[in-house]
Nanobody, 123 residues
């Protein structure tokens, strides 16, 4: 069982930045691909970004590719999501998720999930 704790959300004005963190209580976390998903009220959960176990490959949704950066520090069992140029449409609860195999854009491929952190972008 991999426990994930995501944090770093908050209220920010449009154009601002936030950095989300996903910390794993798992000494073999470096074996897991990690993704960020988000869910806005009344909407389906959607893929945001993913990173392979080594950090060598990243993947982004089209809506976040030029503004968000996913990275990881395996020594700290932590994955980050740096979010820049935030817009109101980015408002959602953000979740990190992990899986042992390669990264995926489908939420159904991830077994382990964080509890979520709220990001609110005001206009």
């Amino acid at each position: 069982q991999v426990q994930l704790v995501d944090s770093g959300g908050g209220l920010v004005q449009a154009g601002g930045s936030l950095r989300l963190s996903c910390v794993a209580a798992e000494r073999t976390f470096s074996n897991y691909a990690v993704a960020w998903f988000r869910q806005a009220p009344g909407k389906e959960r959607e893929f945001v970004a993913a990173i392979t176990w080594s950090g060598g490959t990243t993947d982004y949704a089209a809506s976040t590719k030029d503004r968000f950066t996913i990275s990881r520090d395996n020594a700290k069992n932590t994955v980050y999501l740096q979010m820049n140029s935030l817009i109101p449409e980015d408002t959602a609860v953000y979740y990190c998720a992990a899986r042992r195999l390669g990264h995926s854009r489908s939420q159904y491929d991830y077994r382990y999930w964080g509890q979520g952190t709220q990001v609110t972008v005001s206009s």
